[in-house]
């Protein structure tokens, strides 16, 4: 049988899926421990118990000076700023997508302004958000807008547009109107979309958060990451990143299995590709 | 007064003449195949009728007024793909146009409205064998059925013209002809006008009560685009002898042949 027929079946592809992991995890238990022999102190591998330590110092006991879960407060501090700032980029998205992807005159009007706007590298302007928004929650979450939602806006647009053209005409010999083609036509074809293109800006969407929590804040994921980086606090740091990973996989995973659970019909001829 | 009055029609893409001097009185009640090579305006003929074109000089009137230039609930349409709404199911999608009809604001309907709609559209699913599928996707039906939904959608708005634009091109020939037998009964139960355009000149021969034959007169060999088409035979239903067809079979393919030569020599 030729390799491009071989199609792994179900307990083998999970074992296969997993071998990288362990392969990984393997390397770098043999790396640290190398390390550590050499040199009990040494900080930049850090061994599975210390970081094991760690994770129990933050989030298990009460931090002395503020009586808080540090790992649990810095989770909620960024997850919080995630959630508004991808919501509002969605919102706009989903509105300002469905409008200029329907009615041409809009799409006169704000398309090349979405689309200069959106090659404006938003970190440039992170300074601007600083002084303009001050240092507290609302430059990190305009940054994350700023970063996202003009790309999500011209995806949508897009993918409004993508919609075959034969659905408008048919619209209107169903009596339609332009309000009813976006109500009832586009805006349900779009929200399966817009789950997707959710689920392509949400890199970005950590990129932005994590790097504004580096520059100004006083908890959050990335503040805590930079903050013990003074300390070569690998134990710290990499059950951090390992955490992020995690946050940002189940809300991927999440996203995928709410489209699917919701709207079957746009799933149904994709099976076969997932 | 006829139903529909084409008077002197022409259409222009910038260089190029798709129709010229086409003259054509429709009454209410005929079935109409539009025939003819591609590239020789019947689906742009379609498309003026349907609202999505404009003609660019002529009239085309329907009960002696200029049609709408926009698409309307008065003519319905079936295409050859893209017919009807992934995101609805059978019913919802047959639905759909009454509900627009009813509510302005949100396009849905309850209570007693909304089962009379319901109704409505199971009776006419039913006419077009569709009962047993009420609540499946679009997705979940095969080609034939789906194109079924797509005619029983157009037939609950009581359209005075319905559009057929190839619509089983892409069905098997079998299925096809199932369809056929569909399609001559719902004209004559819901009295229908019907303009169908097709590739297949027997399909255009065995279908209908008017066959349009849709072909150019002038070729240029130098400037194919120069002269457009224009309706060559009119032939009312007792004129579908073999011999007829034959002619009509000869003359649409030596233009179809100049066309492809002609397209492929200015590709090139």
């Not at chain 1, 808080?68 to 989903?94: H, K, P, V």
């Not at chain 1, 938003?122 to 300074?127: E, F, H, K, R, V």
């Not at chain 1, 700023?146 to 999500?152: D, E, K, L, Q, S």
């Not at chain 2, 057929?164 to 006008?193: C, Q, S, Y």
Request: net charge positive; charged share 20%.
């Amino acid at each position: 049988m030729r390799l491009m027929n071989l199609r792994p079946q179900r307990p083998l592809a999970v074992l296969l899926a997993l071998l990288p992991f362990i392969a990984l995890l393997l390397l770098y238990m043999t790396a640290s421990d190398a390390r550590l022999a050499e040199n009990p102190n040494d900080k930049l591998l850090p061994s599975m118990q210390s970081m094991v330590d760690a994770v129990q110092r933050l989030a298990f006991e009460e931090d002395r000076r503020s009586g808080e879960y540090i790992f649990w407060s810095d989770t909620a501090a960024s997850l919080q700023r995630l959630l508004i700032g991808i919501g509002i980029s969605a919102s706009m998205a989903l509105l300002a997508g469905v409008l200029l992807g329907t009615l041409p005159l809009a799409r006169a009007v704000a398309g090349p302004v979405v689309a200069v706007v959106s090659m404006v590298p938003p970190l440039a302007i992170l300074p601007i958000l600083f002084i303009v928004f001050g240092l507290g929650e609302l430059s990190k979450v305009v940054l994350i807008v700023i970063g996202t939602a003009p790309v999500m806006i011209r995806d949508m647009t897009q993918r409004v547009l993508d919609l075959p053209p034969e659905q408008a005409i048919k619209l209107q010999t169903l009596g339609g109107s332009s309000w009813h083609l976006m109500l009832r036509v586009v805006l349900p074809q779009v929200l399966p979309r817009l789950l997707s293109v959710i689920r392509l800006c949400l890199g970005s969407a950590w990129l932005f958060l994590i790097a504004a929590e580096a520059i100004a804040a006083t908890e959050g994921l990335g503040y805590r990451i930079f903050l013990v980086r003074r300390y070569l606090s690998m134990d710290v740091i990499l059950p951090y990143v390992l955490w992020i990973t995690l946050l940002a996989w189940v809300m991927d995973l999440g996203l995928r299995k709410t489209s699917q659970l919701m709207f079957p019909w746009f799933h149904a001829g994709q099976e076969r590709n997932a | 007064m006829s139903l529909i009055e084409v008077r002197q029609l022409w259409k222009r893409y910038g260089d190029t003449v798709v129709l010229e001097k086409l003259n054509l009185n429709v009454e209410a009640g005929e079935f109409c195949t539009l025939v003819g090579t591609s590239g020789c305006g019947k689906t742009t003929f379609l498309r003026m009728l349907l609202g999505d074109e404009q003609p660019s000089s002529g009239e085309l009137l329907m009960d002696g007024k200029p049609m709408p230039r926009e698409p309307g609930p008065e003519r319905g349409i079936v295409f050859q793909r893209y017919s009807v709404f992934p995101h609805l199911s059978v019913l919802r999608n047959v639905m759909l146009g009454p509900e627009l009809q009813q509510s302005r604001f949100l396009g849905r309907t309850w209570g007693a409205g909304r089962k009379a709609i319901r109704e409505a559209a199971e009776h006419i699913l039913t006419q077009v064998g569709l009962q047993h599928v009420l609540h499946k996707y679009p997705s979940e039906l095969s080609g034939g059925m789906q194109q079924r939904l797509a005619i029983a959608q157009a037939l609950i708005m009581k359209p005075r013209v319905l559009l057929l634009d190839e619509p089983f091109g892409a069905l098997d020939p079998g299925i096809r002809a199932d369809m056929h037998e569909l399609v001559l009964r719902l004209w004559e139960e819901n009295h229908l006008t019907v303009f169908m355009v097709t590739h297949d000149l027997k399909e255009g021969f065995s279908l209908g009560t008017r066959l349009l034959v849709f072909d150019k007169v002038r070729l240029d060999p130098q400037v194919p685009g120069a002269y457009g088409a224009t309706i060559t035979f009119d032939l009312p239903i007792g004129r579908r002898d073999t011999d007829t067809l034959s002619r009509v079979t000869r003359s649409v393919q030596a233009t179809g042949q100049f066309l492809s030569e002609k397209t492929v020599k200015g590709a090139v």
